[in-house]
C-alpha cells in the first residue's frame, strides 16, 4: 500500500459516486448510504489495485489535455487566449 493511499481513495475509486461515509480507518466504519455495499475483500483489494489505476487516470487527463492543445494550436490559440476570453 502507497503510503498516500488511504481508505477514502479506494472508495473513491471503487464507489465513484459517492452514496457512502467514512468513519475512521477501516470497513468496518464504512457506511453504505446510497450505493451498492462492496465487501471487505474488494475494499482490501483495491488497496493494492489504487496506485495502478490513479496512475491510468493522470495519464487519461494528460492525454485530453495535449489533445486540447493540439486542437487549440491548430486553430491558431493558446490556452492562455482561451483564458483572456474567459473560458
Not at 493522470?58 to 493540439?70: G, R, T, V
Request: charged residues 25%; aromatic residues 8%; negative net charge.
Amino acid at each position: 500500500m502507497s503510503n498516500n493511499v488511504n481508505a477514502i481513495n479506494v472508495l473513491e475509486m471503487l464507489i465513484p459516486n459517492g452514496g457512502w461515509i467514512m468513519v475512521g480507518d477501516d470497513y468496518e466504519g464504512i457506511q453504505f448510504l446510497e450505493c451498492e455495499p462492496i465487501s471487505k475483500a474488494e475494499f482490501e483489494a483495491g488497496f493494492a489495485q489504487y496506485d495502478a489505476w490513479k496512475a491510468e487516470q493522470d495519464s487519461a487527463k494528460a492525454q485530453a489535455k495535449a489533445s486540447a492543445e493540439a486542437k487549440l494550436a491548430a486553430l491558431g490559440l493558446t490556452a492562455d487566449d482561451l483564458k483572456a476570453l474567459g473560458l
